[in-house]
DNA sequence: TGGCAGAAAAAC
DNA sequence: TTTTTCTGCCAC
């Protein structure tokens, strides 16, 4: 039986060759590294091991076989390497595998990268220590305080408590608890590691819901009862009541014990978001997103590995968490173009999302007041079911939209606000209600010309115009990210004071605000606020608690809080980014606007939405004007129909780089420029490059650059007959079609 | 020809 | 991602 002590060589003989076991590691590799198990080791598909990577160590997971066996050995068994360790930590589900393998595929990247994004918590890989807890001992202390009944009192309520918890639960400090402990009132235990959140209760406080709300809840209910996979979209205006219909889903689905993740937009994660389930459920849900800290992420991700966690609200990279019973995925705001990550992995998570649940046969929803193209042909096409919430919830009515047309009602010379919107804004002020500015654009103004030479500022490395910051006294390139003070003088004639700020942006309208009505409180809420994203979700606290009058802000103010006083939304400059280039223009107007002016009047107070706007005939401003979605798709889907364009898509772009790496980065930036900010322009190196261009499922079309490398002309040649012999660095572009991960 | 920086390849 | 190896270039 005991076999260590004999020779490996002699255990060889009577057990055969040691066993090999494919491990993935978190490195841009296509396919798992092979690793020697050690005798009396126990690993399994899923496992998460820590192996040798050249001098250094790394944790992988252990890979599936693939079909057909092992591929022959192109490396000696001998020289292999051993597991240094097996974590005791529950193994990634088959689901999991599929689905890594299955993201790595369609976004063509390297398998190990996608693992590496299941891995993200350093740590999490090994059990949580388990705490010292207290126990009644039995002995009460002869000296007795009110407080200290009241510790024991509650104390006899359960084995075991923290010492902290015991005293939250007790309504004492610590410093009571401790002086019980010396007095010896408890013995020590051990006690595992508290979870990170309650359990959520299903039954804590079922929500009141409209006629229109259980209708559309019924079905979402009964789609998580009968399990499998499904997609719901869930389209609602702004204050129908959305966020408690798939609750109900939600509570369905834990009621049959399955774990469910929430998608949410990063910025939309915000307490209000909490606070609403924590009225349904009683607690709070576990949060996932890029700030939370380190300690905190690696209890959630090894919480929710082993099942502790049944809810999880996150961002993009929550879709990523090791669950091992998911049955429910939610993506609320589904359009949001968050759900995009362009950076190393391409991915959807809206999309992936979706074939998730169908990996795991279990029913997705995405929500939204204004659905994405995709998903409204997808569901008009029956792949996704359609739920609509047509009304706002109880009193909350919609606003009175109107149009300004800034032709006839010109702002004074230098100013943006128009004399209608600023007539507006008095009364609401008057009042005592909040009015929101909407200008999707930082900064104090997109363009500083020299009035004696016509000379615009622009990147050194990027030709675009320089955005004047005056808060931060720079300029700025918004595609690079380039700064530079502010000049004195023209840097190209050398005169002075002559430089002058062209156009609107947040910090000039909030300059106009402060001229115009110097008693208001005004409040600027724009991403590159100085104190970062913990100072901005104060500023949205105070903002709802009412501490201002007038708001002005970019697209952040367009989601998540709740204003309750809110009951005037003005939009600056509508037509921005209508006139782009970017395929996914209207739509992403449309959406902005509509969920801009949304913002007002979800308190049953009255409100007015007015959109400043030189094109009043626009469809998009007609689709706006009328409060009607549902124009608006059709309107766009007859224009797609009539360009002779599908009814959405995205085009991707694949640099292959011939040359080097650098050089592939410079081609992708200029294409990045010069593409529709939609397009995903992805870089790959020379190895990865062929791999992209044979899967069969992308068409593309090949643009030859200069350059020099011979391996890749060569492969081209032979794979692409009909192409262009390649005479360097190779551009190809890859329309992806959208509808293929279902 | 040794030393060096930057690029490319390898990691099992 | 980190580490090692390769390559071209220069000075010696």
């Not at 709300?213 to 209910?221: G, I, N, R, S, T």
């Not at 609750?247 to 009621?255: M, P, Q």
């Amino acid at each position: 039986m005991n076999i260590e002590t004999k020779p490996p060589s002699f255990a060889d003989d009577l057990f055969g060759p040691a066993r090999i076991v494919p491990v993935l590691v978190p490195l841009p590799t296509e396919r798992p590294y092979s690793y020697v198990v050690p005798e009396g080791m126990q690993v399994e598909p899923g496992s998460i091991v820590q192996v040798p990577l050249g001098p250094r160590q790394v944790a992988g997971v252990v890979w599936d076989e693939p079909d057909g066996g092992p591929p022959e050995a192109t490396l000696d068994p001998k020289k292999l390497r051993p597991i240094v360790h097996a974590f005791d930590c529950p193994p990634l589900s088959a689901d999991m595998r599929r689905f890594v393998d299955w993201v790595a595929d369609y976004t063509l990247s390297p398998t190990g990268l996608v693992v590496r994004m299941a891995l993200r918590a350093p740590s999490a890989f090994d059990p949580e220590p388990w705490i010292e807890g207290l126990a009644l001992s039995g002995t009460r202390p002869t000296k007795l305080t009110a407080a200290r009944e009241r510790v024991l009192d509650v104390a006899g309520k359960s084995e075991s408590w923290s010492r902290s918890g015991l005293a939250k639960a007790a309504g004492v400090t610590s410093s009571v608890v401790d002086g019980l402990a010396k007095l010896g009132a408890f013995n020590t235990v051990r006690i595992p590691p508290p979870p990170v959140v309650a359990a959520p209760d299903t039954g804590h406080e079922r929500a009141r819901l409209s006629a229109a709300q259980v209708a559309a809840a019924e079905p979402l209910k009964a789609s998580v009862a009968a399990g499998g996979f499904s997609v719901t979209l869930l389209e609602g205006v702004t204050g129908s009541g959305k966020t408690e219909v798939y609750f109900e889903a939600v509570a369905a689905a834990l009621d049959a014990g399955k774990q469910v993740l929430i998608l949410l937009p990063e910025i939309a994660l915000t307490q209000s978001f909490i606070d609403r389930f924590g009225q349904r459920f009683g607690t709070e849900p576990a949060q996932w997103h890029s700030d939370l800290p380190p300690k905190t992420r690696e209890r959630v991700w090894r919480q929710v590995a082993e099942g502790r966690v049944r809810v999880v609200a996150g961002a993009r990279s929550a879709l990523f968490l090791p669950f091992r019973e998911l049955g429910l995925l939610v993506v609320d705001e589904e359009h949001d173009p968050a759900y995009k990550q362009e950076d190393r992995t391409f991915y959807h998570a809206r999309d992936m999302g979706v074939v998730r649940a169908r990996i795991g046969g279990f029913p997705a929803v995405l929500a939204s007041a204004t659905p994405s193209l995709e998903s409204r042909v997808n569901a008009k096409a029956s792949r996704y079911a359609h739920l609509k919430l047509a009304s706002r919830f109880r009193e909350a009515a919609l606003p009175d939209l109107e149009l300004v047309d800034m032709r006839n009602h010109p702002p004074e010379k230098g100013r943006f606000v128009s004399p209608v919107l600023i007539a507006a804004i008095r009364d609401t002020v008057l009042r005592g209600e909040q009015a929101l500015l909407f200008l999707n654009r930082r900064g104090y103004a997109p363009l500083t010309l020299c009035r004696s030479c016509g000379h615009r500022i622009q990147c050194a490395d990027c030709s675009t115009w320089l955005v004047d910051h005056r808060l931060r006294g720079v300029l700025q390139c918004h595609h690079c990210g380039f700064a530079r003070p502010r000049p004195q003088s023209c840097p190209e004639c050398g005169t002075f004071d002559h430089m002058v700020a062209c156009g609107p942006g947040v910090e000039r309208i909030a300059e106009e605000m402060l001229e115009t009505f110097p008693d208001a409180r005004t409040i600027l809420l724009s991403s590159d606020l100085v104190g970062g994203p913990k100072r901005l979700r104060r500023e949205l606290d105070a903002v709802a608690d009412g501490q201002a009058d007038i708001v002005i802000g970019t697209q952040l103010v367009a989601k998540g809080h709740h204003f309750p006083k809110m009951t005037l939304v003005g939009a600056v400059d509508a037509d921005l980014g209508l006139a782009n280039g970017d395929p996914r223009a209207a739509e992403r107007t449309f959406q902005l606007l509509h969920q801009v002016t949304g913002r007002a009047g979800r308190s049953g107070l009255a409100s007015r939405g007015l959109i400043q706007t030189f094109q009043p005939e626009h469809p998009v401003m007609q689709a706006i004007a009328s409060g009607s979605a549902e124009r608006f798709y059709e309107r766009e889907a007859a224009e797609r129909e009539r360009a002779g364009l599908p009814p959405f898509g995205r085009l991707a772009a694949l640099i292959v780089s011939a040359d080097t790496r650098r050089e592939a980065e410079d081609h992708a930036r200029a294409l990045r420029r010069a593409a529709p900010p939609d397009d995903a322009v992805e870089v790959l190196g020379p190895a990865e490059a062929p791999l992209a261009l044979v899967r069969g499922r992308h068409r593309f079309r090949l643009l030859v650059m200069g350059g020099r490398q011979a391996r890749i002309q060569a492969f081209l040649r032979a794979t692409l007959a009909e192409a262009p012999a390649p005479r360097g660095s190779v551009h190809v572009q890859v329309d992806i079609d959208p509808q293929s991960f279902l």
